[in-house]
Every structure is written in C-alpha cells, then in structure tokens.
C-alpha cells in the first residue's frame, strides 16, 4: 500500500526516504543545509534545515524520520526569517573577501545569500581573526571561513579513519583544528583533501601552485612539459559545462599548448609502464613465495597511510612508484638528449586529479642532486583556473593529439582511475600466466563495482584480489592481513571515493551520481581506445628495448622503484637537552610522551643526563626529549643511536650509553 507525506499540503510518495529533508529534495524542494552530507553520520547541528511538522512545531529535516499522513510546511514566514537569521550570524564571524577566495564561484554561504536576498548583516563580528595553517604542501587551512558543519571532521574520521582534525575548545571559542594546534603538515593528515571537497566554503582548499606554474611557462630558458592523468580528461569539462567525452583529452591537449606548455604527455603512458613493472614484480614474489598479498602503490595518500599507520606491512606494498613518478622518472632521463633542454631546466608539471600528489612530487626519494622528477603537481581545478586565466573557449576547442612516444596510452593505462582499475589492468596482462580466461571486450566484471570493499577469486581459487577504497574500509582489511584472518593474492587500496576519479583535486561534486559519471565516461574511453592491454603499447616495448631492458631489471628498479619507511604520525620537534661538540656524537632521544612518562622516561632521561656528567662524555652526546615514538604500549622507548630499545630500564641505557662513550675514547 502507498504511503504520502504531505510537503506544503501536496502529497509526495514516501518509498523508504530516512529523513524530511531526502523526502523533500525528491519533491523537488532544496531544503537548505550545511552539515548534512548523504555519505555522513547526520549532525544536525547547522539548523538551517528546520521545517515546521504539524502537531510537532519546527524539527531538524536531515534528522526527522518521515511518517505516513505527516504534514509539513518548508517555507513558512517563520522559517525563512530563521534561515536568514542563522546565515547573518555566519556572515558576521566570516571573512568576507570573497572574490579571492577560491571557493567564490561554488561557495555555499555566498549561495545561501543569494538564495535568501541577504542585503544586509545586523550583526557584529564577535570572534578575532585567526592565523591560517600554510604548513601543508597540499591544503590551506582558514579558521575564519568555517561555518563549524563538521563535514570535514567526519569524513576524515568516517570514510578516512584518520580524524586528523576535529573540534577543539568550547563555546564561544569552539573552532575544528589539527590535534594540539599544529599544521596539517605535523599531524597524521595523509592529504588526500577529502576535507577540502566536502567543505561548503573556503575554510580548507587546495594549496595553489598555478603562481609557480606560470613562472615556469614565461621563463624562456624552461622547457614545460605536462602530463595528464586518466581522470582528469572525465572531470574538466565539468568546469566548462562541457559533458564528459573522449574528446575532452584533445580539447585539453590543445588547451595547454595554447596556455606554452611545450610538450603534453599522457600520465596513462605511465599507467602501462606501471602495469609490466607491478604485474611482473606479483609473478615473481607469486611464483618465488615472496611477500604476499602484495598492496597497489599508486594512491600517494594510502602510502603514506601505510608508513603512519601499518610499518609492518611495508615490505608488501609493492616498489613500483605511481604512474606520476614513474613518468617523472623517465622523463628526466630521456626528454633533455630529445628535447635538446638541461636537466635542470626541464620543468614536468603533472595534472592530476589528486591533492596528494603535490606531497607525493617532494618525497626525498623522487628528488636527486635538487633535481625533482615532477617538478609541480597541479590539479583539475588549478588547471581549469589557469585556461579561465588565458581566456580559453574550452568548448570551442578542436582536439589535438599528444605528442609521442609519451603520449600513447592503451586503455589499462585509463582505467587506472578508477577503484578497481589498477587491478583490472594487471589482471589483463597476466592473465595467460593464470589461464584467467579473459572475453573479447577485456572487461573484468568482478573487480569492478561501487562497493567500498570487494573481492575477486579467479583462476579456480588460485587468486584472490581483494579491492577497496576509503581508508577507513583499508584500516580494517589490514587488520585482518596482520591477524591472518584473510588469504588474498593482491589488494588494491584508493583512499579516495571511487578511486582517481573522486580525488579531492577534481571539480567540487555534490552527488554521488556524478562521481559515477566519471567512471563510466573512463569505461567509455577504454572500450574505444584501439588497444586494451599495457603490453600491446608499442612505445613501451621500445622503451625496455632502448633503456630499462627486461621488467624489474636493474634500470628498472632505479628509475621505477622506490622504498618506504616508517613515519611518526604526530611530527614534533625534538628537545635537545645536552649537545656535544664531537663530530661523531652518539644521538639519544627518551620519549616523554603521556604513556611513557608515566612508565619512568622522566628519570630515565634524568638519569642519563647525570651519567653523562658524571663521567665527563658531554662531548659525545646530543641528549634530548622526543614527543612520541609511535610505540606507546611499549614504553618507556628510548632511542641511543640506530638502537631502538621498548621497555626500557636505566640499567640497559647506561650499559649502552657507556658502550659508546668508550668506542668514541678509543
């Protein structure tokens, strides 16, 4: 039997909506709102969506549960004075310079006053400006444009499982943070930038590098290349009201040689080369009873999750370097004999739909002689920008095609934007090795999907692939990996939704329909590229051919592989206590962090600074206090030179303390 809720005295067919305000929208009524996000807990906290439910008076709609017969009223006069009322009050705590802010053209409190014919604000600024976090390669973070919807905490806590930044102080004074008040850059943010995507205003955008970008284009001793990422050829259009097509590659082509870009490339190229280097590194540790499962690397924010979060698994994550840095790689090594350029004056600015990236480019490991293999990391809608900033008619454009050998791709290298494509395109190339028996349209249904956390089991049982994206759905699958509770062969890990072509640096999306739209428009380009396995791409078997010569070789290994550490996920600074003059001094290090101290670190420290004193080896020692270790049930930790020692006693450390004041005597 159907059943209505009555929205302003018409009927609307109510079929199984959790809350007023879902109800409403299918009504074709835009309830304002703030905090509620579909893929979030409801928080019901900004009160913009209150509406008035007979017998009940005014109710939050994203909380209220609908019932059959209920009669509502969105619009009364009570209510839209509320709503301006509310939006007046954000208005006044807010820093209002809106046509330099980013977030101007697709910014919801300046929508929100439109909306409302907000003319004026009656009220007074009752909050003082704060400083804003510049400490991120990759975001900025301003205090004085948050509207406190918590969209951005609880998708890092929800879909993340990070919670890198929350709520801090009250009242008043309440305001969203980084853990005890440091920069995004010290905390445990893996700059995936999903904060800045959901965040309805300009409190946390990507960090621009579209200023660096163009110094770069109008140095006439530059050379500029680009790059191009798979999903960023399904998502720019979006910025010029242009449908997603397979032409928007050309027409982005054209683009960037019209803005003095010298050469553009495809990132897929790369893709391909990722795939032989991944595929062929699986084979071996499969074949060899090397670690297994073995972890995608290609998600920069997931790495870096892995080095924070799970040290134990790094020897399965895979060494091939994402498809960015593999090109970077390869770029710097042949472009400047092709291009007739320096080394040091070939600039490589990949786009690419990812904020991690920008951190990924400056990882140590990617920067040789301060030479970077990319040189910048700019994304979809920095790109967008700098076209605007031109004067380009995007639409008009005629596509163009990139320049070659870098820029043929086949369609394994496209899908790698997509959850489930990296997986898909190595499966294609080794699937004669697995008698994987693989249809014509070389499409592998099992990988593929929406589903946060799926799993495919081919070649009889004998390979188990396991795929997931958001980092919180990655937290709890390697869990079971490091409690022996699953048995898989491969694990794809996306921190972002959908994969590449939910990344934080896309055009801002407020639906997941249109995050769907893109992975099918990515499907579309595959199935209408001419070839569909990395090694079918010509250009990379003259690439083995001419400089890496077999997969995994030495060459191989050099420019397309990397290796990961263990990172602390609170980054403090340290406190020297007690620093030597000798060249050679023993570096100590007691973590005084709350579990350790309440374990003796304090008068271990103590202790040690007494020994040394004592026996006058101030000299061959740099002593100091550290914040944390990252080892807080095994405390006290104390680190005396490369030896870490958990459970520490006094005894242990003067024993060492005293080994290396003697081997510096002799």
């Known amino acids: 039997m159907e059943k209505y809720v009555y929205i302003n005295d018409r009927p609307v067919l109510w079929e199984g909506e959790t809350n007023l305000l879902d109800l409403a929208r299918k009504a074709h ?17 900004c009160r913009l969506c209150m509406v008035e439910v007979e017998g009940r008076g005014l109710v939050t709609s994203c909380s209220t549960e609908p019932w059959e017969g209920m009669r509502i009223k969105t619009h009364t006069d009570q209510i839209l004075q ?16 809106c046509p330099k802010c980013s977030r101007a053209n697709d910014c919801k409190l300046r929508d929100l006053s439109n909306r409302l014919s907000i003319e004026d604000v009656r009220f007074r600024r009752t909050r003082e400006f704060k400083p804003m976090d510049l400490g991120s390669v990759c975001l900025v973070r301003d ?22 930044i929350d709520f801090a102080c009250r009242g008043q004074e309440v305001n969203v943070a980084a853990a005890y008040g440091k920069s995004l850059q010290q905390v445990d943010c893996v700059n995936c930038g999903q904060c800045a995507a959901v965040c309805p205003t300009g409190a946390i955008v990507i960090k621009s590098d579209i200023g660096e970008c163009w110094e770069a284009i109008h140095d006439p001793n530059k050379v500029v290349v680009a790059q191009i990422a798979p999903a960023v050829r399904v998502a720019l259009g979006e910025m010029f009201n242009v449908p997603a097509s397979d032409l928007n590659a050309g027409k982005l082509t054209a683009a960037l040689r019209m803005i003095g870009f010298d050469q553009v490339y495809d990132t897929a190229f790369a893709a391909d080369l990722t795939v032989v280097e991944e595929a062929n590194e699986f084979i071996n540790r499969k074949s060899k009873g090397g670690k297994l499962p073995i972890f995608t690397s290609c998600c920069p924010a997931w790495v870096k999750y892995a080095e924070q979060s799970y040290p134990s698994l790094l020897e399965n994550l895979s060494t091939c370097r994402s498809p960015q840095q593999m090109f970077g790689a390869i770029a710097k090594e042949n472009l400047p004999e092709t291009l007739n350029v ?3 004056d070939l ?26 293999d990319v040189d910048l990391a700019i994304t979809t809608q920095e790109i967008g920008r700098m076209i605007k900033e031109a004067g380009i008619d995007f639409e008009s454009l005629e596509p163009e095609s990139m320049d070659l050998p870098l820029g043929f791709a086949t369609g394994a290298g496209i899908i790698f934007g997509n959850s489930g494509g990296v997986s898909e395109a190595v499966l294609r ?8 028996p693989v249809p014509e349209s070389i499409v592998l249904q099992e990988v593929r999907g929406t589903s946060g956390m799926r799993e495919a089991i081919l070649a009889d049982g004998n390979l188990k692939i396991a795929v997931v994206h958001g980092l919180r759905r990655a937290q709890e699958l390697c869990d079971k990996v490091v409690n022996g509770e699953v048995d898989y062969d491969i694990i794809e890990v996306m921190a972002c939704p959908g994969g590449c072509a939910g990344g934080a640096g896309q055009p801002i999306v407020h639906t997941q329909k249109q995050r769907q739209k893109r992975t ?7 199935r209408s590229m001419p070839m569909h396995r990395a090694q079918d ?20 290994h050099e420019l397309l592989h990397t290796a990961y550490r263990h990172r602390r996920r609170i980054d403090d600074d340290e406190l020297s206590i007690s620093v030597g003059d000798a060249e050679d001094r023993c570096k100590v290090r007691v973590c005084v962090g709350t579990s350790c101290y309440l374990r003796g670190s304090q008068d271990i420290l103590a202790k040690t600074l007494q020994l040394v004193e004592e026996n006058a080896w101030g000299n061959y020692f740099d002593i100091g206090a550290t914040f944390c270790s990252e080892k807080c049930d095994k405390g006290p930790n104390v680190a005396v030179g490369d030896n870490v020692i958990h459970k520490a006693s006094l005894d242990q450390i003067k024993e060492l303390i005293t080994e290396e004041a003697e081997r510096r005597m002799q």
């Open 342 to 344: 320096d080394k040091k």
């Open 143 to 164: 205090p004085n444009k948050c509207v406190l919807c918590g969209d951005c905490v609880r998708f890092c806590d929800e879909i993340q499982g990070i919670g890198a």
């Open 537 to 556: 791409n010509p250009f990379i078997h003259e690439l083995y051919e001419t400089l890496l010569g077999e997969p995994n070789s030495e060459k191989a």
């Open 429 to 436: 190339y080794a699937a004669d090795k697995f008698d994987i």
């Open 82 to 97: 509320l709503r301006k009322t509310i939006v007046e009050m954000l208005l006044a705590n807010h820093d209002q310079e």
């Open 520 to 526: 099918s428009s990515l499907y579309h380009a595959d």
């Open 347 to 372: 600039v490589v600015v990949s786009i690419m739909p990812c904020t991690a990236k920008k951190f990924e480019c400056k990882r140590p490991e990617f920067v040789h002689d301060g030479i970077a």
């Open 29 to 45: 009524i835009e309830i304002p709102t703030f905090c509620y996000h579909s893929e979030l807990s409801i928080y019901g906290a």
